[in-house]
């Protein structure tokens, strides 16, 4: 099945750093990438929608400025976490659409806490 | 905007009892649902899903979902659940011509021995 990686898988920052995480679609193209956050025992809420070549759709209530997204390839979506606070702690989990119409493959996350 | 209800936040099981959690969305249009599993410490993985056709829809490890227009309903079923079955279950919707998934609050199943 289609596989997406994450990297790193955990991370620890200090409060006022960057931090960049990757999301990669291992074995498919993916024109469409999404991040979600999730909360210790909550469910995942869509953050963006990252598509090749073209500027992030934000939800609602996020702050692009603060949550930077980049689409560069047909494989590879980031998100840097700027000027990180101890309350962007959080799993920060990516998937990919695979080249089956409507279906998400999911990123294993990745746990960022700001200290 | 649509919305995902899943009830059951807690579920305690013994092994072989049956399984049903419940999941309703609110969206008049066409929908496509599905149910992904999130073992501890791993990533959300496709149980099953339904986008159109036979509304009884089987998935992997012996899960079933029953599409029931009606009611707004898409719940997951197991005759007989396992230990490994441990997990918190989430339904998701894709509704119309976007390709945002809603999710569910999720459902956390506990199997005892």
């Known amino acids: 099945g289609a596989v997406v990686s994450q990297h790193p898988s955990r991370v620890i920052c200090k409060s006022g750093t960057s931090v960049k995480i990757e999301c990669r679609s291992l074995?498919?193209?993916?024109?469409?990438m999404f991040w979600y956050r999730q909360f210790p025992k909550q469910s995942l809420m869509l953050m963006a929608t990252?598509?090749?070549?073209?500027?992030?759709?934000?939800e609602q209530g996020v702050e692009k400025d603060k949550f930077l997204i980049n689409h560069a390839s047909l494989t590879l979506s980031t998100l840097t976490v700027t000027s990180a606070h101890p309350e962007d702690s959080s799993f920060y989990i990516c998937s990919a659409d695979s080249d089956r119409a409507n279906e998400q493959y999911f990123g294993p996350g990745t746990r960022l806490t700001v200290t | 905007a649509q919305s995902v209800s899943q009830h059951n936040h807690h579920v305690i099981l013994s092994e072989a009892a049956s399984l049903e959690l419940g999941c309703n969305y609110s969206y008049g249009g066409t929908v496509n649902l599905f149910w992904y599993v999130q073992y501890p410490g791993q990533h959300l993985q496709l149980l099953l899903k339904?986008?159109?056709?036979?509304?009884l829809v089987k998935g992997i490890k012996g899960f079933e979902a029953e599409f029931i227009k009606s009611k707004f309903s898409f719940n997951l079923r197991k005759p007989s659940v396992q230990w490994s079955d441990t997990a918190e279950y989430f339904c998701a919707a894709l509704t119309g011509t976007a390709s945002k998934l809603t999710f569910g609050t999720g459902t956390r199943l506990q199997v005892t021995l």
């Open positions: 990252s598509n090749e070549g073209s500027k992030a759709t934000y």
């Open positions: 339904y986008f159109s056709g036979d509304p």
């Open positions: 074995d498919f193209q993916a024109t469409t």
